[in-house]
């Protein structure tokens, strides 16, 4: 069993001496786990670090064994991020969700193409509020998408302040006040795209909310936890005093 395709990395384990097990995102294969030889040497650590393009081939004897990756570095994003902690958080993070979430060995082409969009935003002026969208993408890709479009009660478009957390559809400020403790809230920026720049507020709303339907519908059916990458995000995005600049510079 042979086959070569285009990967993101999402975790490196160690295995033995100097082997690593990888986990790659493919694009054809869906998440997909491989033995290196040598993958946690010096030679190849610095390929297989969290969020590193790859080209890789796999080969096993039989298509249901473990197998084993030879791969080759396309670009090194995790590089990028050395010197910002809290982007390189959240890509840790971003990691970590899709190997918790995602059934092995089951092709997800879009969620893989909104990874890659997820990669170059973190490294722009937007990163935060990409990733939140990115969430918001991965939510959607896995069936269970919210509706923001209008709200749920009156069909506003304009006004939507708060997001059902039985149903995930938008609510207008007008009719979600009387029940406003019962509902989430839902910031500005995820209803005005690249109109509006989020506040550190704004960014803690969309990642509660988003945190919310991931536990709801992602974790908790499978009984599993968030994962420990997304939870220390999230604290490092409490921590910050501002989302301008670089996120290493603009911390406390």
Known sequence: MEWRDEGIVLSSHRHGESA???????RGYGRHAGLVRGGMGRRLRGVYQNGNQVTATWRARLEEHLGSFTCELVTNHA?????????LAGLSSACALMETAL????????????????????????WAAAYVQWEMNLLADLGFGLDLSACATTGATEGLAFVSPKTGRAVSVTAGKPYRDKLLTLPVFL????????????MEQGLALTGFFL????????????????ARFVDRMRGMSTLSGMSGKSET
């Open 20 to 26: 690593a097990i990888i986990t790659l995102l493919t």
């Open 79 to 87: 590089a990028w991020l050395l010197d910002e902690p809290a982007r």
């Open 103 to 126: 059934p092995e060995r089951e092709p997800h082409e879009d969620i893989y193409e909104d990874f890659l969009t997820l990669l170059s935003g973190l490294e722009g002026e937007g």
């Open 191 to 202: 209803t005005r795209s690249g109109t509006v720049v989020p506040s550190l507020q704004d």
């Open 215 to 230: 536990r709801r519908h992602v974790f908790a059916p499978h009984h599993r936890d968030e994962p420990p990458a997304r």
